[in-house]
C-alpha cells in the first residue's frame, strides 16, 4: 500500500511548527504505518535587517535588533495558546550584527540530513527546543555544535557538509521546490499519496489532516487509536527521545497532561525516563544507558 507522505516547509527556528509538533505526534501514532513525514527548509529569515524597523536601525543597528527581538520574543509568546507547548523567551536574542539570518539553522538541518539522515528530524526538534525553551543563540554555530553533540550526530561528518557546498546545495533544492509550489508563507504542507499531490498553504489542525488525508486516499488511508501501553510509548521515544506530555497527550488520547504524568510514572521509577521542569511546563527525557 501506498504511504501518505507529508511534507511541511518550515524553518528550525519557527514556533508555530514547534506548537504544531502534538499534531505530527497524532498523525504519526494514528496513521503507523501509512505515513512517512518529511521537512524541507524555507529560509524564514534571510536578513533580519530588511525586517527590523528602518527608523531604530538608522539610531543604531543594535538597539534596532535588540528591539526586532523583543518583537519577534512577542510572536512566539503568543503562539503558546496554540497548543501549549511551552515557550520562554527571558533574555532572548536569535540575531544580532553578526548573526543576522536563519540561514545557519537551515544549512544544519541540511547537513544532518547528510551526514546523519536517520537523527535529522531529531536535531531540528532540538533546535527548536533549544531556540525557543531554552532562548539559546542557534544562529551561532557553536549552538548548533552543542545540539548536534546532543543528537549524536558525527561532528566532524556535519561539519564537512555544512561548510562545503552540499549543505547549501541540498537548501538551494528546497527553496528552489517551494518556490515552484507556489509557496509564500511558513509552515505550509504537502500531502502524496499515490502519484496525486494536495498543497495546504496555511496552519491546519489534526482533524483537517485527516479529512485532507481521507480525501487524496480515496478513503483508503483512515487513523486508528494508538494504544496506550509502555511499550508503544518506549518506541515513540526511541525516535523522539526529548517529547512534551502534551505530545504524548495528543499521541495516545490521553485526557489531560496528568494523565499523562500518572501513565508514565512507572517509567519514571524504573528510571528509563525522566522529567525535565521548564518555564511554562515539562519535558519528558529518555534516559540514555548507563545514566
Not at 280 to 286: D, Q
Request: glycine share 6%; charged share 25%.
Amino acid at each position: 500500500m501506498d504511504k501518505i507522505i507529508l511534507t511541511t516547509f518550515t524553518d528550525p527556528m519557527m514556533g508555530l511548527s514547534y506548537e504544531c509538533e502534538p499534531i505530527m505526534r497524532k498523525l504519526e501514532t494514528h496513521f503507523a504505518g501509512q505515513i512517512e513525514f518529511k521537512y524541507s527548509m524555507g529560509l524564514l529569515v534571510r536578513n533580519v535587517y530588511e525586517l527590523a524597523d528602518c527608523n531604530e536601525l538608522a539610531q543604531s543597528p543594535i538597539l534596532g535588533l535588540h528591539r526586532y527581538n523583543a518583537r519577534l520574543a512577542k510572536i512566539y509568546e503568543s503562539e503558546e495558546r496554540i497548543s501549549g507547548m511551552p515557550i520562554n523567551m527571558e533574555g532572548f536574542c536569535l540575531f544580532d550584527t553578526e548573526h543576522t539570518s536563519s540561514l545557519p539553522l537551515n544549512l544544519a538541518y541540511k547537513a544532518a540530513q547528510l551526514a546523519a539522515p536517520e537523527r535529522a528530524d531529531m536535531l531540528l526538534y532540538y533546535l527548536r527546543y533549544a531556540t525557543i525553551v531554552e532562548t539559546r543563540q542557534t544562529t551561532r554555530l557553536e549552538e548548533i555544535l552543542r545540539v548536534v553533540r546532543m543528537t549524536g550526530i558525527d561532528e566532524q561528518r556535519f561539519l564537512q557538509h555544512y561548510r562545503d557546498s552540499t549543505a547549501e546545495t541540498a537548501l538551494d533544492s528546497d527553496l528552489t521546490r517551494m518556490h515552484a509550489l507556489g509557496i509564500h508563507t511558513l509552515p505550509a504542507y504537502l500531502l502524496e499519496y499515490g502519484g496525486k499531490q494536495m498543497l495546504i498553504r496555511q496552519l491546519i489542525g489534526y482533524d483537517s489532516f485527516v479529512e485532507a488525508i481521507r480525501q487524496l486516499s480515496d478513503g483508503c488511508i483512515q487513523p486508528q487509536p494508538a494504544e496506550q501501553s509502555a511499550d508503544t510509548i518506549r518506541r515513540l521515544l526511541e525516535t523522539h527521545p526529548l517529547i512534551s506530555p502534551i505530545e504524548l497527550r495528543e499521541a495516545f488520547d490521553f485526557r489531560t497532561t496528568d494523565d499523562v504524568r500518572h501513565f508514565i510514572q512507572p517509567l519514571i521509577d524504573s528510571g528509563e525516563v525522566s522529567i525535565r521542569d521548564v518555564k511554562h511546563g515539562w519535558f519528558i527525557v529518555k534516559t540514555k544507558k548507563g545514566e
